[in-house]
């Protein structure tokens, strides 16, 4: 089955600075990576997703870039705010059945200092 | 448009008791899932129904049923709950991958269960 793996574990970068987080996966038939963020006590929410016919998406602050190739993709936030601390899941999704569903990363806390 | 409802928001068992969360949609996705948030281990997925009627095993089944009781409705019952089973339990749904926005995961807002 599917396996996600995210790094790093832990971010803290300066208001203002750009974040990147990186994710890889394992099944070459997995087509659709959602990145969600997840906010202290809160659920997780969609903020950014793209499928594999997709290189990069962006949208306003955030970016996410998908290298099928080498199985990885990122997300990017610039000029970071303090509100864009949170912890962050990236997943991947299969094609039909079980491969269907949506794997997580372990996630990412992110600390915006400012 | 309540979105995804789960109850209870906390719960405290002690262990080898039984109980069920509780789940409903109001988004009339086919698809529904619960799944268990622990430090460091992110989400993981219990059990998912990929509609009415059916229901499937994730990465961690073990010591849970589910059922699928209408298109609205997913519970999960912990039927003897042990000291292994504390954590954040998410129950979430989505709409068929082909619609417009039908890959997108919408989750309630938690169900923090501690058995002691």
């Known amino acids: 089955g599917e396996n996600v793996e995210q790094h790093p574990s832990t971010l803290s970068v300066q208001e203002g600075d750009s974040a990147v987080i990186k994710c890889t996966y394992s099944d070459s038939a997995s087509n659709y990576f959602p990145w969600y963020k997840q906010e202290l006590g809160k659920r997780p929410q969609l903020i950014i997703d793209i499928r594999s016919n997709v290189g990069e998406k962006k949208d306003q602050r955030i970016a996410v870039t998908l290298n099928k190739t080498a199985k990885h993709f990122s997300l990017h936030i610039t000029e970071t705010q303090p509100e864009d601390s949170a912890v962050y899941f990236c997943?991947?999704?299969?094609?039909?059945?079980?491969?269907?569903?949506?794997?997580f990363g372990k996630g990412t806390k992110l600390s915006v200092k400012p | 448009n309540a979105g995804v409802t789960q109850t209870p928001k906390f719960q405290v068992l002690k262990t080898g008791q039984s109980m069920t969360l509780q789940c409903a949609q109001d988004m009339n996705h086919n698809s529904m899932y619960w799944y268990r948030q622990d430090p460091g281990m992110g989400l993981r997925l219990i059990y998912y129904s990929a509609s009415e009627g059916t229901t499937d095993k994730g990465e961690v089944p073990n010591g849970y049923n589910v059922s699928r009781l209408n298109k609205r409705e997913f519970s999960l019952r912990l039927e003897s709950a042990a000291p292994s089973q504390t954590s954040v339990y998410f129950c979430?749904?989505?709409?068929?991958?082909?619609?417009?926005?039908?890959?997108?995961?919408?989750f309630g807002e938690g169900s923090w269960l501690t058995v002691v």
């Open positions: 979430a749904s989505s709409g068929k991958p082909w619609d417009r926005g039908g890959n997108t995961i919408y």
């Open positions: 997943a991947a999704r299969g094609y039909g059945g079980s491969q269907g569903n949506l794997i």
